[in-house]
C-alpha cells in the first residue's frame, strides 16, 4: 500500500516550458487535491476533484490546469511556466472521514 | 472570511520541557479540525481530527484539544524527534475545500 505518490520529485524549467505533475492514490478516495507550498504562506489549494472526471478551482488556480480521467490518478500541468510558480507541490487524497493524506511532493523550480 | 492564525510561528524547547501549540479559527461552520506534522523536505503526515468542541484525543506525547474558537496541541516531555513543523488546517462546512495555518515550526533540544 503506497498511499500517495508523486513523480518527479523535482523539476527544474525555463520560462515559457510545460509540464505535468502526476498524482497517484491506491486508497480508493474519491477528493483528491493539488497544493503550493511557499514560505510564510501556507499549503494553498490549485484545484480539487472530487471524483472520477471532476475539477474544480481552489485558491490559486491561475497558470494550472487539472486532469481526473481515472479515480487514483489526478494530473497538474504548467502550460506556460513561470518564475512565479517556483514552489513545492503537494498532492493529497482525502477519506471518508475527512482527513487527508499527502504525497512525498514535488520541488520546482522555474528559471 | 474563514481563517486559521497559529502561535507561535516557531519554538524551541529543552527535551523534557512540555509546552502547548494554538492554532485559532474563524469559520461559518465547522466540519473538522485536523493536525498534521511535517518533515522538512516531506508531505504533512495526519495526527488527529477533531469534530466538536470539548473533543480531545491523544498520541504518544500529544494531545489536542478543541473548543469553539481555537484548538491546541500539547506536547508532553517531548524528545528531539518531536521536532518538526506542526500545521493546523480546518474543514468549513458546505464546502470541499481546506484551509490551513502557516505552522509551528517547533525544534527540540537535546
Known amino acids: 500500500n503506497a498511499g500517495v505518490t508523486q513523480t518527479p520529485k523535482f523539476r527544474v524549467l525555463k520560462t515559457g516550458q510545460s509540464m505535468t505533475l502526476l498524482c497517484a492514490q491506491d486508497?480508493?478516495?474519491?477528493?483528491m487535491y493539488w497544493y503550493r507550498q511557499d514560505p510564510g504562506m501556507g499549503l494553498r489549494l490549485i484545484h480539487y476533484?472530487?471524483?472520477?472526471?471532476?475539477?474544480a478551482k481552489g485558491e490559486v488556480p491561475d497558470g494550472y490546469n487539472v486532469s481526473r480521467l481515472k479515480k487514483q490518478n489526478f494530473l497538474l500541468g504548467l502550460e506556460s511556466a513561470a518564475p512565479s510558480q517556483t514552489s513545492v507541490y503537494f498532492c493529497a487524497s482525502r477519506s471518508g472521514t475527512r482527513e487527508q493524506f499527502f504525497g512525498p511532493g514535488t520541488r520546482l523550480t522555474v528559471l | 472570511e474563514d481563517q486559521v492564525t497559529q502561535s507561535p510561528e516557531a519554538l524551541r524547547l529543552q527535551e523534557g520541557e512540555s509546552s502547548s501549540l494554538n492554532c485559532s479559527y474563524t469559520v461559518s461552520g465547522l466540519r473538522g479540525l485536523f493536525w498534521y506534522r511535517q518533515d522538512p523536505g516531506k508531505g504533512p503526515e495526519f495526527l488527529f481530527t477533531l469534530y466538536s468542541a470539548g473533543e480531545e484525543k491523544e498520541k504518544e506525547r500529544l494531545k489536542a484539544t478543541l473548543t469553539k474558537k481555537e484548538s491546541f496541541l500539547h506536547i508532553t516531555a517531548p524528545k528531539p524527534e518531536d521536532s518538526a513543523t506542526y500545521l493546523c488546517a480546518v474543514h468549513p462546512q458546505r464546502t470541499y475545500k481546506y484551509i490551513f495555518g502557516t505552522g509551528t515550526r517547533l525544534k527540540v533540544l537535546a
Open positions: 476533484s472530487v471524483g472520477e472526471g471532476t475539477t
Open positions: 486508497m480508493n478516495h474519491e477528493y
